[in-house]
């Protein structure tokens, strides 16, 4: 089926890059623009948190499920069907959520809401990244699976920023669902000129059986035949917790709480953050030779440290602009750095994972490393209420729970095979696994 296709941007694949950035992208804005709208109207972190952590829960837990549907269905119509409900689950939001003025009320339609479209995109990327095997020829399968993850994995770090900038924007959600339906619908209609090579596989039992057995095999794979995959992913879960998802709940609550910043300034903040995830991606291409995945605990404790100055500038009392510019320049920063080494470990999970396998191995890690997300989001949103009068606490507990775990990450990262030292975009196929 592969040899169909002779290039690596052939017309489908092409497609379904498209299709991947507006649905993920759009259920990752969506997904942080609503409780944003929390924060706004209630002024509590502790709340945000809670609704961002709760937010998470179904995307790690339908991961792994969306990796084994994708694996024994046609992936088209997967794809049509997620588009086309999300979009239906927006329309349906913003008609229940003109109807009342409770903010306990709107508070819960937003919470299931959130939850609703991760259960979406928690079985959408496992059926994209499964698709890219069908799609390109052999030879261009590692850089082909790289782009794919690459837009998952920036999806889930620019993705909130630019639900930052838009609310802040608008300071209202209207536009903004308004916007999301238009992108789900534009997806769900190239969805239907995508054709996905289907074989059907054979089925034992039901959909629990197959669940259990291929997420059976995964664990196996990653514990005792590639055990080191196991510990960096495991590696990568402790360290998301103190970084990018206190940074995901700390930002907002610090820049227009702490600081009393106006939405406009809140929006820019978040735009130049996302220049730094960018920033990340692009240097993994640039920079290959030197930015090897056996120095990458280099790069988490450098994210560590650029936690500590927004801990200075609150502990200082320095001028709210200097204050600023700080937290919003360290926030860049620890976009940088996370960017690089999550595309660094997704580039070694696929030149050390067996082609059938891969799909369900990215869906189970990446299931795993978001699962730090609630844990964080959810701690360091209690903390930040606690220690609203002094929150440069909570910034020097994290730095410090981050520096641990960069040192704690040496040791994994040294480990790996350096003949995977580049872990670049333009890997031969043949060093894929057989």
């Known amino acids: 089926m592969v040899n169909a296709y002779s290039k690596l941007w052939n017309r489908d694949f092409s497609l379904i890059i498209l299709v991947q950035v507006l649905a993920l992208f759009g259920n990752s804005i969506l997904s942080?623009?609503?409780?944003?709208?929390?924060?706004?109207?209630?002024?509590?972190?502790?709340?945000?948190?809670?609704?961002?952590?709760?937010?998470f829960v179904p995307l790690i837990v339908m991961s792994p499920v969306g990796g084994v549907i994708a694996d024994r269905r046609r992936k088209q119509r997967i794809m049509f069907c997620l588009d086309t409900i999300t979009a239906v689950l927006i329309v349906l939001f913003i008609v229940l959520n003109r109807q009342v003025t409770s903010v306990t009320v709107i508070v819960t339609l937003v919470i299931v809401k959130v939850m609703a479209l991760n259960v979406v995109q928690g079985l959408y990327m496992p059926t994209t990244m499964s698709a890219v095997p069908f799609l390109v020829p052999a030879s261009k399968l590692?850089?082909?699976?790289?782009?794919?993850?690459?837009?998952?994995?920036?999806?889930?770090?620019?993705?909130?920023?630019?639900?930052?900038?838009?609310?802040?924007?608008?300071?209202?959600?209207?536009?903004?669902?308004?916007?999301?339906?238009?992108?789900?619908v534009a997806a769900a209609v190239i969805d239907l000129f995508i054709r996905i090579p289907y074989k059907e596989q054979e089925s034992a039992g039901g959909i629990m059986s197959m669940l259990k057995n291929d997420l059976s095999r995964c664990a196996r794979f990653a514990t005792r035949e590639k055990p080191i995959l196991g510990k960096v992913v495991f590696a990568m879960f402790?360290?998301?917790?103190?970084?990018?998802?206190?940074?995901?709940?700390?930002?907002?609550?610090?820049?227009?709480?702490?600081?009393?910043?106006?939405?406009n300034l809140f929006g820019l903040s978040q735009g130049i953050m996302m220049g730094g995830g960018l920033l990340g991606s692009i240097l993994v291409g640039t920079l290959e030779k030197k930015l090897t995945i056996q120095k990458a605990h280099w790069l988490l404790f450098a994210c560590s440290m650029s936690i500590a100055p927004i801990g200075l500038v609150l502990l200082f009392g320095v001028p709210e602009t200097i204050a600023y510019v700080v937290i919003t320049l360290s926030g860049a920063l620890?976009?940088?750095t996370t960017q690089i080494v999550t595309i660094q470990i997704l580039a070694f999970i696929q030149l050390e994972t067996p082609r059938e396998l891969v799909g369900k191995i990215i869906a189970v890690a990446m299931a795993l490393i978001l699962g730090s997300y609630p844990v964080g989001q959810l701690l360091f949103g209690v903390l930040?209420?606690?220690?609203?009068?002094?929150?440069?606490?909570?910034?020097?507990?994290?730095?410090?729970?981050?520096?641990?775990?960069?040192?704690?990450?040496?040791?994994h990262f040294r480990k790996i095979d350096p003949t995977l030292a580049a872990l670049n975009l333009t890997v031969s196929g043949d060093c894929q696994k057989k």
Do not use: C
Request: charged share 5%; net charge negative.
């Open 238 to 263: 402790l360290f998301g917790i103190p970084s990018l998802a206190m940074v995901i709940v700390g930002l907002p609550v610090l820049i227009t709480q702490t600081l009393d910043m106006p939405m």
């Open 384 to 411: 930040l209420e606690w220690f609203y009068a002094k929150p440069w606490i909570v910034i020097f507990v994290a730095v410090f729970m981050a520096g641990a775990v960069a040192v704690y990450s040496r040791e």
């Open 334 to 336: 620890i976009m940088l």
């Open 32 to 55: 942080f623009a609503l409780p944003l709208h929390i924060l706004n109207i209630t002024g509590s972190p502790a709340l945000f948190g809670t609704v961002l952590a709760l937010s």
């Open 142 to 184: 590692v850089p082909a699976n790289a782009i794919a993850t690459s837009v998952f994995s920036l999806s889930n770090i620019v993705g909130p920023v630019v639900g930052g900038i838009l609310y802040a924007t608008f300071e209202d959600l209207f536009p903004i669902l308004v916007i999301s339906i238009a992108i789900f």
